[in-house]
């Protein structure tokens, strides 16, 4: 089956040519013109994922995701933005957004970003109209029920991640980006190789994406006093160690 996409955009041509071209990849798309259709759609029938513009009449892209992630709504959502500042990326990011993506934007960036999304949360094995499924792998063992690193303690089955005896409250993408760096504690990871295991797409030099998660990451990970767990290593990437 395809997956369901949700597009709420209030500017009636980029809504028609995304809705277009989302539909000719292989997508459902249900568009809507506004945040309140956008909520009554996904009550309705729950999406896949949901692409949703910042800046929209009466209820916006922000509030709509507020509303859904405070009634336990998973679903994954990439923000369409012609706000640029980094605290604006912030702000939907703290609004339990998943991604985001620039206007203008290259319809292939939106199509890797949902493709990325739709990975994490699809089972093991599970095709999609956008990517066929991959082939079928001999079985792992089991990982260790928690990792821990520098401090850190997380639980990848129950997606929960504490510092000490502190608790932080993360995003799907910080989850796995702090797991990925908790998994390679004390190596020093590049930007290009973190793009791959989180977003499955290099966007290349100029992107700000993954500076702008570090950035949050390290909002909700440092302590008064305590020792900054991430570092940048100029040039090259980050890493994770307790200095």
């Not at 409250?169 to 190789?193: M, P, Q, W």
Request: glycine share 8%; hydrophobic share 45%; net charge negative.
């Amino acid at each position: 089956m395809p997956h369901t996409v949700l597009l709420a955009e209030d500017d009636r041509a980029i809504r028609n040519a995304l809705e277009r071209a989302l539909t000719l990849e292989g997508y459902r798309v249900v568009a809507v013109a506004d945040g309140v259709e956008a909520l009554a759609q996904a009550h309705r029938n729950r999406p896949d994922v949901l692409v949703l513009d910042v800046m929209m009449p009466g209820i916006d892209g922000l509030q709509v995701c507020r509303v859904l992630r405070a009634e336990g709504d998973r679903t994954p959502i990439l923000m369409l933005t012609a706000l640029v500042e980094t605290a604006d990326r912030i702000a939907g990011l703290d609004a339990g957004a998943d991604d985001y993506v620039v206007k203008p934007f290259d319809v292939e960036e939106v199509f890797a970003r949902l493709r990325a999304l739709l990975r994490r949360t699809s089972p093991v094995g599970a095709g999609s109209a956008a990517a066929p499924a991959a082939p079928a792998e001999a079985p792992r063992p089991l990982p260790e029920r928690f990792l821990e690193a520098a401090g850190l303690r997380m639980d990848p089955q129950a997606r929960r991640a504490w510092r000490g005896t502190r608790e932080l409250e993360l995003t799907r993408t910080e989850f796995e980006l702090l797991e990925l760096l908790v998994r390679n504690a004390g190596i020093v990871l590049d930007h290009s190789t973190i793009y791959d295991r989180i977003w499955g797409y290099d966007f290349g030099p100029g992107s700000k994406n993954l500076a702008v998660y570090v950035g949050y990451l390290r909002r909700k990970l440092d302590e008064p006093g305590a020792p900054q767990l991430i570092h940048t290593v100029r040039g090259v990437g980050y890493v994770l160690r307790e200095d």
